[in-house]
């Protein structure tokens, strides 16, 4: 079976939404869309109406460049209440017969049972090691023998509401969710080949309406925080300052404005006009100027969250979200962090920076399968047949296709 995955990610601007197919580990991108968030906000949705208008756009843009029905998705939900417990768990196993993928999820789920507080809804159990026989560690115990199998995991909860209601509004439109996570985890493992997963690092997101910042312990997904400022704040600076409508100050700072303004060119500018109805001449210096001073503040407010999450060495910082696409920000970035990557994805048919956390939960999505030893495709195989192109193609003969074909075979 083909390993076919749908992600969503339902942030303040846009939503998007990402289908990919896992082959021998890497990830081919069959569909990515994304539609301007209606009725939510700062991931929240806040008017589940109009929200079910914008999923039902993106879930149509998606199926229309595929050609198929997507009725399955894994779903980011917002990390904002997210809890995080170190849990232990242990079953006992028949000597004779090997570990297969129920027993890995019979242990993870005894790690959990009667364990979690009313309210909460598990989002992920990460386990850390597995122990064989209360003896021998290992990582994956698939195909192993044991008498006894034990693990230790940090269980992820966050408020039930944050689930509830996106599941809800996405069963309206006959999706069926069937995996959640923190989209830190996403942006975690789209780039981790970046990183020591054996170290302690932090990841930070920065969307348009707000940005998180998460701690990862070897690998483990620790701590977390939301703050509420994004690209969304740089444009109401450009467009306090010129007097611009949001729509041209968004522009502004995506097409010509840099994050360091030394590296700016004074001559350059464009003409537009604002709310007054005036013709203005912006150039990159005064508008990189604005843009630098708010990216300042912004990842200075980040590095001083990370200090509050932890009080581990960090050896690295990834950098993710929409607003790293805006020109030089790695060089204002490395200006107040050290060892710090931005990540950039390099999957074709995804090069944007805003897409990391959809695209990053599918290779999160591929881990989970490959731990507990099972295959998945939102796909049936008759229309993984029909993606691939198999069935035969009907061609009228007195077509002019059919005449051209008929040309080639019959001489």
């Known amino acids: 079976m083909r390993k076919i995955i749908a992600s969503l990610d339902i942030g303040g601007a846009f939503i998007k939404l990402v289908v ?18 209606r009725g939510v906000k700062k991931g929240y949705i806040v008017n589940p109406e109009s929200a079910i208008e914008s999923l039902k756009e993106v879930f149509k843009k998606a199926e229309e460049t595929l ?15 997210a809890d995080y417990y ?53 990582e994956n115990p698939l195909g192993r023998k044991a008498e006894k199998l034990a693990v230790k995991a940090v269980t992820i909860t966050v408020p039930r509401k944050n689930v509830a209601t996106i599941v809800n509004c996405l069963a309206k439109i006959n999706v069926k969710v069937v995996d959640v996570a923190l989209g830190a985890l996403g942006d ?27 701690i990862f312990n070897r690998g483990l997904l620790t701590n977390s925080a939301v703050i509420d400022m994004g690209g969304i704040n740089i444009d109401k600076d450009i467009s306090y300052v010129y007097k611009l409508n949001p729509t041209d100050a968004r522009y502004i700072k995506e097409t010509m404005a840099l994050a360091d303004k030394n590296l700016a ?22 508008a990189s100027e604005i843009v630098m001073a708010r990216l ?13 999450l932890t009080n581990k060495e960090i050896s690295y910082i990834m950098i993710v979200g929409g607003v790293t696409e805006i020109g030089e920000f790695k060089d204002l970035a490395e200006q107040i962090f050290h060892n710090v990557y931005l990540g950039e994805i390099t999957e074709i048919g995804a090069r944007n920076n805003k897409y990391s956390t959809a695209v990053g939960l599918i290779k999160y999505y591929d881990s989970r399968l490959r731990l507990r030893n099972r295959d998945f495709s939102i796909f049936s195989i008759e229309e993984q047949e ?26």
């Open 20 to 37: 990919g197919e896992m082959v021998r580990n890497k990830l081919n991108i069959l569909a990515c869309v994304d539609v301007v968030s």
């Open 67 to 81: 050609g198929l029905k997507i009725n399955k998705v894994i779903v980011s939900v917002p990390s904002l209440g």
């Open 86 to 138: 170190l849990m232990e768990g242990a079953i006992s196993l028949n000597p004779e017969e090997a570990i297969t993928g129920n027993d890995i999820m019979s242990v993870l789920q005894n790690s959990v049972y009667k364990k979690i507080p009313d309210g909460l809804e598990i989002v992920s159990i990460l386990p850390n090691k597995f122990r064989i026989n209360d003896d021998e560690v290992v």
């Open 188 to 214: 975690f493992y789209q780039f981790k080949d970046r990183v020591n997963e054996n170290e302690v690092g932090a990841v930070i997101n920065i969307g348009a309406t707000k940005m998180e910042v998460s």
């Open 265 to 286: 060119i004074p001559n350059e500018a464009i003409v537009c006009e604002n709310i007054n109805g005036e013709k203005i001449k912006v150039n990159q210096y005064d």
């Open 296 to 308: 300042s503040e912004i990842l200075n407010l980040a590095k001083k969250q990370i200090n509050l």
């Open 386 to 411: 029909e993606l691939s192109g198999y069935k035969k193609i009907n061609i009228n003969e007195n077509s002019i296709l059919g005449k051209i074909f008929g040309y080639f075979f019959d001489n």
